[in-house]
């Protein structure tokens, strides 16, 4: 067997299930890189109807994570959790590819 390219932690998987819920829509959870943020690249998490074509899709508890192959090549190896703290409640990447960070957490480079 081999290791999951990307992998959602099973507190992120109970609150994509819980938003979803209240949202009417399916437990899947979409990843995506974009240019930009203070460290090069943002994170930008959504709620998604469905995997694309070009999607890898990981599994937690039934809770997907679907990740385009562009922003795959830059999260290869991470994985997504949801963290609660003084600072607020979000979705967090551990990115083994992220050479900086900024402090809010949501931008990065490679």
Do not use: H
Request: charged share 25%; proline share 4%; net charge negative.
């Amino acid at each position: 067997m081999t290791d999951p390219q990307i992998i959602l932690t099973e507190n992120a998987a109970r609150r994509v299930a819980w938003i979803a819920e209240r949202q009417a829509k399916p437990a899947i959870l979409r990843l995506a890189v974009d240019g930009g943020g203070c460290a090069g690249f943002t994170y930008k998490f959504e709620l998604a109807d469905g995997p694309e074509d070009d999607d890898t899709v990981t599994e937690t508890d039934g809770v997907r994570l679907v990740v385009d192959s562009m922003s795959l090549e830059l999260v290869k190896g991470s994985a997504v959790d949801f963290v609660e703290d003084l600072g607020g409640a979000a979705f967090k990447v551990t990115n083994p590819k992220a050479q900086s960070g900024c402090g809010c957490g949501s931008s990065f480079s490679v």
